[in-house]
């Protein structure tokens, strides 16, 4: 009887896929590099595991605030010989919106702020990519929240591309930075002792599709 657990374990390794039995060749330098030259050309999905987005505003003029936003989902498609023809869709679900309290994230998806029941997500889609300066790219977009529609302005720069880890196709992944003020889209509630101003910063990842 006391072969029988052994027995049984080795039997289970038996029957396992070669893949699951094997570790994964970790690579010895990361994959990823802030190189322009390594980009190509395709349709790219996020990846929502890996993208994140932060919001930051000034709180009574003591501190700097800040939350996140998670589970973003969208896409884009790039050609880095064609900049102009680029086209970004995203989606984020503001129900993941995360601060340092649980109340104060209870009550910025309810009716005085976010209101999510009737707005439940924010979208930004693109209508032009320009190149900027010191290397930058300038994507102007629409960006819709709490039901309203305004013109907003994204500076993104290349943090890395290269072959990806988790498909079969390229990853790559943007930092971008927009400013907004959260009135024009009907959420001023504590305005002016909490700063209208809200500083966002999104560190996207993409999959090659």
Same mark, same amino acid.
């Given at each position: 009887?006391?072969?029988?657990?052994?027995?049984?374990?080795?039997?289970?390794?038996?029957?396992?896929?070669?893949?699951?039995?094997?570790?994964?060749?970790?690579?010895?330098?990361?994959?990823?590099? #802030? +190189?322009?030259?390594? &980009?190509?050309? %395709? =349709?790219?999905?996020?990846?929502?595991?890996?993208?994140?987005?932060?919001?930051?505003?000034?709180?009574?003029?003591?501190?700097?605030?800040?939350?996140?936003?998670?589970?973003?989902?969208?896409?884009?498609?790039?050609?880095?010989?064609?900049?102009?023809?680029?086209?970004?869709?995203?989606?984020?679900?503001?129900?993941?919106?995360?601060?340092?309290?649980?109340?104060?994230?209870?009550?910025?998806?309810?009716?005085?702020?976010?209101?999510?029941?009737?707005?439940?997500?924010?979208?930004?889609?693109?209508?032009?990519?320009?190149?900027? #300066? +010191?290397?930058?790219? &300038?994507?102007? %977009? =629409?960006?819709?929240?709490?039901?309203?529609?305004?013109?907003?302005q994204m500076t993104v720069r290349l943090h890395g591309a290269g072959k990806s880890m988790m498909g079969k196709g390229q990853s790559i992944g943007f930092d971008g930075r927009m400013a907004i003020n959260r009135s024009?889209?009907?959420?001023?509630?504590?305005?002016?002792?909490?700063?209208?101003?809200?500083?966002?910063?999104?560190?996207?990842?993409?999959?090659?599709?």
């Open positions: 009887m006391r072969r029988l657990p052994f027995l049984l374990a080795l039997l289970a390794t038996a029957t396992l896929p070669a893949a699951a039995q094997a570790p994964m060749k970790m690579p010895s330098a990361p994959p990823g590099a #802030p +190189d322009p030259a390594r &980009l190509l050309a %395709g =349709n790219y999905r996020i990846e929502p595991s890996h993208t994140q987005v932060m919001f930051a505003l000034d709180h009574l003029g003591f501190s700097i605030f800040r939350g996140f936003l998670s589970d973003a989902s969208g896409t884009l498609t790039i050609n880095p010989k064609n900049l102009g023809a680029t086209k970004l869709n995203v989606t984020i679900p503001i129900d993941s919106i995360y601060t340092t309290s649980k109340e104060l994230n209870e009550e910025l998806i309810g009716p005085k702020f976010f209101d999510v029941q009737h707005w439940p997500d924010a979208t930004f889609s693109s209508t032009s990519v320009l190149l900027g #300066p +010191d290397g930058k790219v &300038l994507v102007n %977009g =629409n960006l819709t929240l709490h039901g309203q529609t305004r013109a907003a024009e889209y009907g959420i001023g509630g504590g305005v002016p002792l909490v700063s209208d101003q809200v500083q966002i910063t999104i560190a996207a990842a993409f999959e090659q599709q």
